[in-house]
């Protein structure tokens, strides 16, 4: 269901300042179109900012790959990266994989509701899809934040957490640890949990179950992929 962008607006201002009262108002009215609209354009204008730090970041490594066959290969390279295409994918790849990633959520988040009791509350699967994507629009002061550094520097590589003060190999399984508990990401999982518990009317104990386990499962492969 959508609002008016002035109702907009004090929903995000309450999930930032008094989330639990946002999620009380979701359980009694349902709403997600404009949350997610917001979600997909401010995602969409950051990257679209940052596109030229991230293509150099990118180009390089991908340079360096590529030498290892040929020049042709090179030269392939280079032109995808001045190309439409590469842009078009830096703004929409990371919008589609958040989405991706709340529906993953949502979905392994209602097999373990289901193992552990289940719930009394109706649509249970759009209850927890709601928790996900309002949890995810922690967002907009991320991207606020991390915009402007990216530009600053350079380097889309910015972090909010421990991986920024500790000195470590970026392609060591600590870093990757390290940058797992960025602030926004543990702001995002903290808000999610909330969301589960009310809109889902669930014990604590079965909340963190539920919004954590999917997390801290895709944090430990993504610990494998380094």
Same mark, same amino acid.
């Given at each position: 269901?959508?609002?008016?962008?002035?109702?907009?607006?004090?929903?995000?201002?309450?999930?930032?300042?008094?989330?639990?009262?946002?999620?009380?108002?979701?359980?009694?009215?349902?709403?997600?179109?404009?949350?997610?609209?917001?979600?997909?354009?401010?995602?969409?204008?950051?990257?679209?900012?940052?596109?030229?730090?991230?293509?150099?970041?990118?180009?390089?490594?991908?340079?360096?790959?590529?030498? &290892?066959?040929?020049?042709?290969?090179? $030269?392939? /390279? +280079?032109?995808?990266?001045? #190309?439409? =295409? !590469?842009?078009? *994918?830096?703004?929409?790849?990371?919008?589609?994989?958040?989405?991706?990633?709340?529906?993953?959520?949502?979905?392994?988040?209602?097999?373990?509701?289901?193992?552990?009791?289940?719930?009394?509350?109706?649509?249970?699967?759009?209850?927890?899809?709601?928790?996900?994507?309002?949890?995810?629009?922690?967002?907009?002061?991320?991207?606020?934040?991390?915009?402007?550094?990216?530009?600053?520097?350079?380097?889309? &590589?910015?972090?909010?957490?421990?991986? $920024?003060? /500790? +000195?470590?190999?970026?392609? #060591?399984? =600590? !870093?990757?640890? *390290?940058?797992?508990?960025?602030?926004?990401?543990?702001?995002?999982?903290?808000?999610?949990?909330?969301?589960?518990?009310?809109?889902?009317?669930?014990?604590?104990?079965?909340?963190?179950?539920?919004?954590?386990?999917?997390?801290?499962?895709?944090?430990?492969?993504?610990?494998?992929?380094?």
């Amino acid at each position: 269901m959508a609002h008016d962008g002035r109702g907009m607006l004090h929903d995000v201002g309450s999930l930032l300042t008094s989330p639990g009262t946002l999620f009380e108002s979701l359980r009694d009215r349902p709403r997600w179109i404009s949350a997610a609209l917001l979600l997909i354009v401010v995602s969409a204008a950051a990257f679209f900012l940052a596109r030229a730090e991230i293509a150099t970041f990118a180009k390089g490594a991908a340079i360096a790959s590529a030498r &290892e066959q040929n020049e042709a290969s090179v $030269a392939q /390279v +280079e032109k995808f990266f001045e #190309s439409p =295409l !590469f842009t078009a *994918l830096i703004i929409v790849s990371p919008v589609a994989l958040t989405f991706l990633g709340i529906a993953i959520y949502a979905l392994v988040g209602l097999v373990l509701l289901a193992l552990t009791g289940g719930s009394g509350e109706p649509g249970p699967y759009g209850r927890l899809f709601q928790a996900a994507l309002w949890a995810k629009l922690v967002e907009i002061p991320h991207m606020l934040l991390w915009t402007p550094l990216v530009l600053a520097k350079g380097s889309p &590589e910015i972090f909010f957490g421990p991986a $920024a003060l /500790v +000195e470590a190999d970026p392609k #060591s399984r =600590l !870093f990757a640890l *390290l940058a797992s508990f960025d602030l926004f990401h543990i702001w995002y999982l903290a808000l999610f949990v909330l969301g589960v518990r009310i809109l889902l009317a669930v014990e604590w104990p079965r909340a963190v179950l539920i919004a954590a386990l999917p997390w801290l499962s895709w944090q430990f492969v993504k610990l494998l992929w380094v």
